[in-house]
């Protein structure tokens, strides 16, 4: 049996795994707090904790969010699974969401927070993580293939 979608699966599994990695490391690494300036108030490696989803929204709403993510996970394995073939950006950024949604999920469910430590200080933006990172390039491939595609038209003949 040859595997549908190859490049959606790949994705998903190096997404997943490099967000773990990198989450790993600082937790091993950093105290909770404490901050790295890479680029003095432009970037800086910030160990924090959140309990909500991307920007803090819904912060505290571990239980909802650990099954919204359990559930985006499933949909996105039945699309790849039981789906049609995909084009390349449809695979590389569904298994970019994947991946992302992977990583925060097993977090919520193991640890009832996810690790952030991406903190871009120039433009004040929320610390964040490689799973947050891939899921918005995810969205971004996605937009890519959506304009690929020509347009349908809805009208019946008559």
Not at 16 to 31: A, C, G, H, N, S
Not at 48 to 57: E, K, P
Not at 88 to 94: E, H, K, P, R, V
């Amino acid at each position: 049996m040859r595997l549908k979608n190859r490049l959606f699966w790949l994705t998903a599994f190096i997404a997943f795994f490099i967000d773990q990695l990198t989450k790993y490391w600082i937790v091993q690494t950093f105290k909770l707090g404490q901050t790295l300036p890479l680029l003095p108030e432009i970037f800086h490696l910030t160990y924090v904790t959140n309990t909500g989803a991307a920007f803090s929204l819904l912060s505290g709403k571990v239980e909802w969010l650990r099954w919204l993510s359990f559930g985006v996970s499933l949909v996105l394995i039945g699309l790849a699974l039981l789906g049609p073939a995909l084009s390349f950006w449809d695979q590389l950024g569904y298994g970019l969401i994947l991946g992302g949604a992977m990583g925060n999920g097993i977090d919520r469910f193991a640890l009832g927070y996810v690790v952030d430590f991406l903190d871009f200080r120039l433009i004040n933006f929320a610390v964040f993580n490689m799973a947050d990172s891939f899921i918005s390039i995810g969205i971004v491939c996605l937009l890519i293939a959506s304009l690929q595609k020509p347009p349908t038209s809805h009208h019946r003949s008559r």
